[in-house]
């Protein structure tokens, strides 16, 4: 049994406790929310700093509809550890619904933080919803990096692996409306690269320099797009094509 002076990272994990969470979490899945809200009340009756229990009976109260009160219990338990990640995670999933975006960044970025090296599946899981929230914002090409290491931590994610389907072009990059077009972002962006590389730059001193640099990229294009021979390699075989391809930017 603990008290509030037992540090959250002590919680004796009884058989009973265990049996009793498990029990919860089964009347949750059947839609039994009040039943699985009671059993959470009683178990946080004995084990007063349970994060876990704590973030699940917010977890149900938020399914029920009172999110002042889930609020209120992912708050307790980030006040007694302000780094555990599934409050951290949740906190996210509520400012989410509430379509406070930057903040669901932010407490997704942390929760993925925060989480233990081996818990692949949940950082999984964590960046899913990072890419979701990330894609909405219009941060198309940071959402299909969260997605694309989250189907590294778990391969078998069936969301994850629909939304990079759907999303994410040869190149690793958000699709175009015409696959010619995912051919033509790559050519672009690896000129551009090549371009910052070979003068020694970090990036673009200016607008002005960008648009240059692109109208170039893009006036040799069409030439390039008549060519057969890149067209039947693979993507690594064809940004080598693009990289070996002759631009001359003037200085």
């Given at each position: ?25 089964d ?14 009340e ?99 090409q ?45 050519f ?59 631009i001359?930017?003037?200085?």
């Amino acid at each position: 049994m603990t008290d509030e002076t037992t540090p959250a990272n002590d919680i004796p994990q009884s058989d009973e406790r265990t049996a009793l969470l498990q029990e919860a979490l089964d009347f949750f899945t059947k839609g039994m929310l009040d039943e699985a809200r009671q059993q959470a009340e009683d178990i946080l009756a004995v084990y007063t700093k349970d994060l876990q229990v704590m973030t699940f009976l917010a977890i149900i109260l938020d399914t029920q509809g009172d999110r002042a009160g889930a609020e209120e219990w992912i708050d307790k338990a980030l006040k007694i550890d302000p780094n555990y990640a599934e409050a951290l995670y949740y906190s996210g999933v509520f400012a989410a619904k509430d379509e406070q975006n930057q903040r669901a960044v932010e407490q997704f970025t942390l929760a993925i933080d925060n989480l233990p090296k081996d818990a692949r599946k949940e950082r999984s899981e964590y960046r899913c919803s990072l890419g979701a929230i990330l894609w909405n914002m219009e941060r198309s090409q940071e959402a299909i990096d969260a997605w694309r290491k989250a189907a590294a931590d778990n391969p078998d994610h069936p969301l994850v692996k629909q939304y990079l389907d759907k999303c994410m072009n040869m190149y690793g990059h958000p699709k175009a409306d015409l696959p010619e077009l995912d051919d033509l972002g790559a050519f672009q962006k690896v000129k551009m690269d090549q371009y910052l590389r070979e003068r020694g730059l970090r990036q673009f001193q200016d607008t002005g320099q960008i648009d240059r640099v692109a109208d170039i990229v893009l006036e040799t294009w069409p030439a390039l797009s008549r060519e057969t021979d890149w067209q039947q390699l693979d993507v690594q075989g064809r940004l080598e094509y693009f990289r070996a391809y002759p631009i001359n930017f003037p200085d």
